[in-house]
């Protein structure tokens, strides 16, 4: 018998069908289409000596190999109040995971382990979340009572985490909308995962306990742009305390995405804001394509609840396996199964996101319940078959595959085997029901994984250890005299100086706005050249050198006044930055010595430059005004910066033939 080969034409058929289009050449019309809506959680560090609930330092961290001891601890689910069991325990109790914590003395404490109870809050770290929380617009609560939300993936020793809602009911105000805020919170962070392979999973505790703040938005937001702009306004209204702190993990971000029809899909630990608008596209896309595959399941089964697989064991010496990361198993002890899914064919082959299809979320569900590594699974409509045609074949006969449906071929260790039907038979049912509530993992390509079903909503419970804080009306107003200026009003007031748009992320980023008001305002320095200077400059300086660690932006407005004091021209900053930047404590003659600048009055500046017209009279033969120009630009332009403003030395040598 023979069969036809046709996944990669259903591939991009499907893609038609669904009506999926690039995020490069979408417009609101195509979100609006599907139904786009998107919510954020942002999560930031707070800058403090301590943690959270212990007296742990916070922000020291160790290297995967630099621990004190390891303890190792298993996971498993309990009935809640209820007598109900949570999905998600449910689920991390079917993979059989090792949590295996590495601890390091000088920053985990017997807290931290789950055997002492929590100490009173971090004072400083609530004064700090209490700011941000008035920044934001929200109401503040009259008494902030803790409680503990579930965290059943390991990364938190107690199963839960402590959490404080501050503020209730605020808003953002973005360039052109306003985007409602549900709530902003107070928690402690979770631990650093090491490594993830098998049933082995491991953490470093440096990290656990950390005071973190969590804000939660509506889903307000209609495009992957609005989504990217609400997450930068959130980070740069938390920066512009000078309170939290920056550098890679400091500040990660939960994405909601759904589409109509879909449901609320969780898009976890997004690290960077600029691969938000391909993650969310492609998320809505995938649930529509999701829904999509409903449509065509729910035509052709039409009792969907009598729906089951059928399955069988493959001797591995019964066929060829082509070349493919399956050749490596042969020998080992991994079982091979084959499983037949009825009226699944054409669904396998099924676009869900750029480069993958159904059978992806199937496969991603293998590795993360039945805990088999990948590659873990082939099927009858794999783009890169990893089966021969003739053994494909045999395998379709021996399962009596009739021509609707589908069939899949795995492999996995014996124990692991039984767990590996049961997902394979969920993730189709769940097909028939169309999008699955669950959380997934970020990759910089814009597309997502499968990571673990999606907490219940009934999570959170008080935290019998921690007394309520009462926060007294004339604390918050003492708190609110002292905010910074709202973001949007420092964005609005860089343009009415005409600072270049592209300078805006990178100085709100940073929380550079303040010391570029002063600058302008104390010194006088115009406010166009302030802004390219910390937007351009200094931005090229961060990519090209590794920064002092003495190194702080005020370093800067001292640079600035010793130039303007000493009657300088303006543009010597930029040839003494690079200087301050690496060397933050030299004086301010020193570096002048280190860029070998000499004071040259402007008298002699333009005699130089008719002995160089001269010069390159003598050297060149050619006329062109424009050549001249910039050969003479080249020649005077090291002498004349600190001596002459560079606007007149340009309009000086523009002019040198009149």
């Given at each position: 018998?023979?069969?036809?080969?046709?996944?990669?034409?259903?591939?991009?058929?499907?893609?038609?069908?669904?009506g999926?289009?690039?995020?490069?050449?979408?417009?609101?019309?195509?979100?609006?289409?599907?139904?786009?809506?998107?919510?954020?959680?942002?999560?930031?560090?707070?800058?403090?000596?301590?943690?959270?609930?212990?007296?742990?330092?916070a922000?020291?961290?160790?290297?995967?190999?630099?621990?004190?001891?390891?303890?190792?601890?298993?996971m498993?689910?309990?009935?809640?109040?209820?007598?109900?069991?949570?999905?998600?325990?449910?689920?991390e109790?079917?993979?059989?995971?090792?949590?295996?914590?590495?601890i390091?003395?000088?920053?985990?404490?017997?807290?931290?382990?789950?055997?002492?109870?929590?100490?009173?809050?971090?004072?400083?770290?609530l004064?700090?979340?209490?700011?941000?929380?008035?920044?934001?617009?929200?109401?503040?609560?009259?008494?902030?009572?803790?409680?503990?939300?579930?965290?059943?993936?390991?990364?938190?020793?107690t199963?839960?985490?402590?959490?404080?809602?501050?503020?209730?009911?605020?808003?953002?105000?973005?360039?052109?909308?306003?985007?409602?805020?549900?709530?902003?919170?107070?928690?402690?962070?979770?631990?650093?995962?090491?490594?993830?392979?098998?049933?082995?999973?491991?953490?470093r505790?440096?990290?656990?306990?950390?005071?973190?703040?969590?804000?939660?938005?509506?889903?307000?937001?209609?495009?992957?742009?609005?989504?990217?702009?609400?997450?930068?306004?959130?980070?740069?209204?938390n920066?512009?305390?000078?309170?939290?702190?920056?550098?890679?993990?400091?500040?990660?971000?939960?994405?909601?995405?759904?589409?109509?029809?879909?449901?609320?899909?969780?898009?976890?630990?997004?690290?960077?804001?600029?691969?938000?608008?391909?993650?969310?596209?492609?998320?809505?896309?995938?649930?529509?394509?999701?829904?999509?595959?409903?449509?065509?399941?729910?035509?052709?089964?039409?009792?969907?609840?009598?729906?089951?697989?059928k399955?069988?064991?493959?001797?591995?010496?019964?066929?060829?396996?082509?070349?493919?990361?399956?050749?490596?198993?042969?020998?080992?002890?991994?079982?091979?199964?084959?499983?037949?899914?009825?009226?699944?064919?054409?669904?396998?082959?099924?676009?869900?996101?750029?480069?993958?299809?159904?059978?992806?979320?199937?496969?991603d569900?293998?590795?993360?319940?039945?805990?088999?590594?990948?590659?873990?699974?082939?099927?009858?409509?794999?783009?890169?078959?990893?089966?021969?045609?003739?053994?494909?074949?045999?395998?379709?006969?021996?399962?009596?595959?009739?021509?609707?449906?589908?069939?899949?071929?795995?492999?996995?260790?014996?124990?692991?085997?039984?767990?590996?039907?049961?997902?394979?038979?969920?993730?189709?049912?769940?097909?028939?029901?169309?999008?699955?509530?669950?959380?997934?993992?970020?990759?910089?390509?814009?597309?997502?994984?499968?990571?673990?079903?999606?907490?219940?909503?009934?999570?959170?419970?008080?935290?019998?250890?921690?007394?309520?804080?009462?926060?007294?009306?004339?604390?918050?107003?003492?708190?609110?005299?002292?905010?910074?200026?709202?973001?949007?009003?420092?964005?609005?007031?860089?343009?009415?100086?005409?600072?270049?748009?592209?300078?805006?992320?990178?100085?709100?980023?940073?929380?550079?706005?303040?010391?570029?008001?002063k600058?302008?305002?104390?010194?006088?320095?115009?406010?166009?050249f302030?802004?390219?200077?910390?937007?351009h400059?200094?931005?090229?300086?961060?990519?090209?050198?590794?920064?002092?660690?003495?190194?702080?932006?005020?370093?800067?407005?001292?640079?600035?006044?010793?130039?303007?004091?000493?009657?300088?021209?303006?543009?010597?900053?930029?040839?003494?930055?690079?200087?301050?930047?690496?060397?933050?404590?030299?004086?301010f003659?020193?570096?002048?010595?280190?860029?070998?600048?000499?004071?040259?009055?402007?008298?002699?500046?333009?005699?130089?430059?008719?002995?160089?017209?001269?010069?390159?009279?003598?050297?060149?033969?050619?006329?062109?005004?424009?050549?001249?120009?910039?050969?003479?630009?080249?020649?005077?332009?090291?002498?004349?910066?600190?001596?002459?403003?560079?606007?007149?030395?340009?309009?000086?040598?523009?002019n040198?033939?009149?």
């Open positions: 018998m023979k069969y036809k080969s046709y996944p990669l034409k259903n591939y991009s058929q499907t893609k038609a069908e669904i999926y289009v690039p995020r490069k050449r979408s417009t609101q019309e195509t979100y609006d289409r599907i139904g786009f809506m998107s919510g954020l959680e942002v999560h930031q560090q707070l800058d403090t000596g301590k943690k959270l609930f212990c007296r742990c330092p922000g020291i961290y160790q290297k995967d190999d630099d621990y004190d001891a390891e303890i190792i601890r298993h498993r689910p309990t009935l809640s109040e209820l007598g109900e069991y949570d999905g998600t325990a449910l689920m109790f079917k993979t059989r995971k090792d949590i295996i914590y590495r390091k003395n000088i920053t985990t404490c017997t807290y931290d382990t789950d055997d002492t109870p929590p100490f009173p809050i971090n004072h400083d770290a004064e700090i979340a209490l700011e941000i929380s008035l920044l934001k617009k929200l109401n503040i609560v009259g008494e902030v009572h803790i409680t503990r939300k579930q965290y059943l993936d390991g990364s938190i020793p199963g839960f985490q402590r959490t404080g809602i501050l503020g209730v009911e605020g808003e953002i105000e973005l360039t052109n909308k306003k985007i409602r805020l549900i709530q902003l919170s107070l928690e402690e962070d979770s631990c650093r995962e090491v490594s993830d392979i098998g049933h082995t999973r491991t953490y505790t440096d990290r656990l306990g950390m005071p973190l703040i969590e804000t939660v938005t509506y889903p307000d937001m209609v495009n992957p742009d609005e989504v990217a702009e609400a997450c930068q306004f959130i980070r740069f209204l920066r512009s305390t000078g309170k939290v702190r920056t550098g890679i993990g400091a500040a990660r971000q939960d994405v909601n995405v759904s589409c109509r029809g879909g449901t609320r899909v969780e898009i976890k630990g997004v690290s960077h804001i600029k691969w938000i608008p391909e993650l969310t596209h492609n998320e809505a896309f995938r649930q529509w394509a999701l829904l999509h595959i409903r449509e065509k399941l729910l035509k052709k089964i039409k009792k969907t609840t009598e729906w089951t697989i399955f069988k064991e493959l001797d591995s010496r019964y066929f060829n396996i082509k070349k493919s990361p399956f050749i490596k198993f042969i020998k080992s002890d991994y079982k091979f199964y084959v499983v037949l899914l009825p009226g699944f064919k054409g669904i396998l082959s099924h676009f869900t996101q750029p480069g993958k299809s159904f059978a992806d979320e199937i496969s569900r293998l590795k993360v319940i039945a805990c088999i590594e990948q590659p873990n699974m082939t099927h009858s409509e794999a783009l890169k078959p990893m089966i021969s045609d003739q053994v494909m074949a045999s395998i379709k006969e021996e399962m009596d595959m009739k021509p609707a449906d589908g069939l899949v071929v795995f492999r996995g260790p014996e124990d692991d085997i039984k767990t590996g039907l049961e997902t394979i038979e969920e993730r189709c049912k769940w097909a028939f029901e169309g999008v699955p509530n669950e959380t997934r993992k970020s990759f910089a390509d814009g597309t997502t994984i499968f990571e673990r079903v999606l907490p219940g909503p009934d999570r959170m419970y008080p935290d019998t250890d921690s007394a309520p804080i009462p926060l007294k009306d004339d604390y918050i107003e003492k708190l609110r005299k002292r905010l910074p200026e709202e973001t949007i009003k420092a964005y609005r007031q860089m343009k009415k100086w005409n600072i270049p748009e592209d300078t805006y992320t990178y100085i709100l980023r940073n929380n550079l706005y303040p010391l570029i008001s600058i302008i305002n104390k010194l006088g320095y115009e406010p166009k302030v802004g390219t200077l910390f937007g400059k200094l931005k090229y300086l961060d990519r090209q050198f590794e920064q002092s660690k003495d190194f702080n932006y005020d370093k800067i407005f001292s640079l600035l006044e010793n130039i303007k004091n000493n009657g300088y021209e303006k543009e010597l900053v930029f040839e003494m930055l690079p200087v301050v930047y690496q060397k933050p404590k030299i004086d003659l020193s570096i002048l010595a280190l860029i070998n600048y000499k004071k040259i009055s402007e008298k002699q500046l333009l005699a130089d430059l008719s002995f160089l017209k001269k010069k390159h009279s003598d050297i060149c033969h050619s006329n062109n005004s424009e050549a001249r120009y910039n050969w003479l630009m080249g020649q005077i332009r090291p002498k004349a910066i600190g001596n002459i403003s560079l606007a007149k030395l340009k309009e000086t040598v523009r040198i033939d009149s």
